[in-house]
DNA sequence: CGGGTCCGACCGATTGCTCGGTCTCGTTAT
DNA sequence: ATAACGAGACCGAGCAATCGGTCGGACCCG
């Protein structure tokens, strides 16, 4: 499984170093040679491990893929639970902001034309949408959430929600009590569609 | 006023080329030289007029908040009519996608920790949030708002939910209608505070 | 003519990345 | 057990390209 711990240990020291590195400065004003330093490697010591920027970041966002759905994906919450799952996770990601500070930067930087990571959002978003939305559908199915419910206009929306109070919250994070603004928004949410 | 014709020509086609740059690739990974070009400018002619790439962000900025002001801010709407006012908005955004896409990116780039632009979000959110809220705590007074509404937090989440599917909207027009979705969103607003 | 406007050439710094080489370590042959 | 070997891990130096910004002078309009 793991082949060497000294190239692995170095991998997962410029995986936090990149994630530290792209919260301060994006993608784009991230030097190379800084996460390397942060990492205790050379530029060419890192270059050894991802054969390029690009390569780094991709492997950044597949990281967190990973995280993701170890920790909400695969959890088959339906109807109304999901949305309470939902509130669990911003209170999750409260407690590590220089992730989420790194996630938010990323996100913004994307929407530029050329971005290498543009492609990663631009079909994560679509899939978010379609899982909360199935799981919205699911508690109409089970008699929980009211059938006339635009279950795909909600997805967007809750999911806009937690990016937005990120936003904020990043900027100011002592004046955006962002786990009590979004669990505000869910039980508004819960008390439009329930039954 | 308007002392010479040409230098305020120049300077208004560069902030339009500076939009239209960070709009595709961010502050960060727009060329002045680019930017002068897409002006009909040099770099150097571009530096006369804005004595570095700063000045020039600060007043792609400063152009941002003279629109809004003259569009948004001075309206004095206020309860329930302030939402309405702001679904216009999203309405008006909708179409012009380029200044919609700068202003995300810009968002995004300015969570780091020493980007120029970090400052101008971070007071701009408190005052809007603010302001917002005034509005909404008027309505309260009127009587058509339940007086144990949480203001501060609707106003922060009115907020979020603009920026949060901007950004939804900027990676995918075609997935997301941006316009149906936060009417559908004010509607639930409306549905849950109005008295 | 004179000041505002702009250009061409250039600078120092920094970028992502390559290349040649050194060091370490597990494997294998003896 | 030990020596020889080869692959992987990493470094130091330097590449070409690009960055934001400077400087002296040419152009043009009032």
Known sequence: MSASTRADASR?????AALRAIASNGYRGSALAAI???AGLTTAGLLHHFPSKEHLLVAVLAERDRLDGAQFQL???????ALDRL???VQHNAMVPGLVQAYTVLMGESVGEDHPAREW???RYPRRRANIAAALRAGIESGEIRCEVDCD??????IAMMDGLQVQWVLNPDLVDMVAVFANFIAGVRRAIAQ
Do not use: I, K, N, P
């Open 75 to 81: 959890a088959g919450f339906q109807g109304l639970a």
């Open 87 to 89: 509130a669990e996770l």
């Open 12 to 16: 997962e020291r410029v995986l936090q």
């Open 36 to 38: 390397a330093a942060d």
């Open 121 to 123: 959002f631009q079909d």
């Open 153 to 158: 206009a909600v997805a967007a929306q809750v």
